[in-house]
């Protein structure tokens, strides 16, 4: 499904903006399967000029975090958050030694 055609649902969601916690509601595109998910973000990721210079990376550490500095989410924790979940689930080890 191409993203310009996907539907859509608002869902509330949190986000950090003027330094506080806030509920928004959010448009969140709907998929018909995991795969469709996973291409759509890959693409969003791949067409967003300002995440360009994330797919230099090499490893899973370095993307997660030059994704959080090109202001991918509001939490400003959100690097650290992505390293946590790659550290207890061993996922660097899926890099292959790169």
Partial sequence: MVAAEAATKCINTREFLNGA????AARWRKHTDWQDCMDDHAAFLHQNRRYAACFACTTGDAFAKAVAEAGYATDP???AKLLSIIDQYQFADLDGGA
């Fill in 21 to 24: 916690w806030t509920t928004v």
């Fill in 77 to 79: 924790d959100y690097a």
